[in-house]
């Protein structure tokens, strides 16, 4: 059963980047035709799609974030990464990674992990 | 970009039937996912494909999708149904997923 769990550092600076990774743990990451997501959600508000990567490196974005965001797999470490550049209080939020597959749904997730921004 | 609409609440009594609904244009030409969310927990999928439930799924949730708006029923409500519900669509324009506002199930 494969499981997800995102790490990273809980409280970042305005203007800085903010970095997490999600290890995928009980099956590959280079397996099946599934891409791996990152969502978030701000504290009492909805789901927000940053965007998908493939095991292959083929990304898509969320346009409304597209031009400060980096998604990345290391597929030796069974890992992919989100980068977040120039961030505001506005991306305070709950991010969670997600396993999906194209035109369908997210299954699993990983259990979330908030993020702070602020001095 | 493609828009879902999500009524922001939906109260109901113990025993008895909720509906949430998900508007958008034409979402009967879209396939449709429900998840459910309870609070600090990560989302859970509870339908797929429009009608399928998940393994593990009550037998109790279900969906239908037709024209501008897809519906979740959820019979005979427990207390343990209280959460908030997400719908979730492909937008095939712009190649990626979108979801609704949420809905938040209260069970009186």
């Known amino acids: 059963q494969v499981q997800l769990q995102e790490s990273g550092p809980g409280l970042v600076k305005p203007s800085q980047t903010l970095s997490l990774t999600c290890t995928v743990s009980?099956?590959?990451?280079?397996?099946?035709?599934?891409?791996w997501s990152w969502i978030r959600q701000p504290a009492g508000k909805g789901l927000e799609w940053i965007g998908r990567v493939y095991s292959s490196g083929d990304t898509n974005y969320n346009p409304s974030l597209k031009s400060r965001v980096t998604i990345s797999v290391d597929t030796s470490k069974n890992q992919f990464s989100l980068r977040m550049s120039s961030v505001t209080a506005a991306d305070t939020a709950v991010y969670y990674c997600?396993?999906?597959?194209?035109?369908?749904?997210?299954?699993?997730w990983g259990q979330g992990t908030l993020v702070s921004v602020s001095s | 970009s493609y828009v879902l609409t999500q009524p922001p609440s939906v109260s109901v009594a113990p025993g008895k039937t909720a509906w949430i609904t998900c508007g958008g244009n034409?979402?009967?030409?879209?396939?449709v996912y429900w998840y459910q969310q309870k609070p600090g927990q990560a989302p859970v999928l509870v339908i797929y494909?429009?009608?399928d439930r998940p393994s593990g799924i009550p037998e109790r949730f279900s969906g239908s999708n037709s024209g501008n708006a897809a519906t979740l029923t959820i019979s005979r409500v427990e207390d343990g149904d209280e959460a908030d519900y997400y719908c979730q669509v492909w937008d095939t324009s712009s190649d990626h997923p979108v979801f609704g506002g949420g809905t938040q199930l209260t069970v009186l």
């Open positions: 034409n979402i009967g030409s879209k396939n």
């Open positions: 494909y429009d009608t």
């Open positions: 009980g099956g590959s990451i280079s397996s099946g035709s599934y891409y």
């Open positions: 997600a396993r999906g597959r194209f035109l369908e749904w997210f299954d699993p």
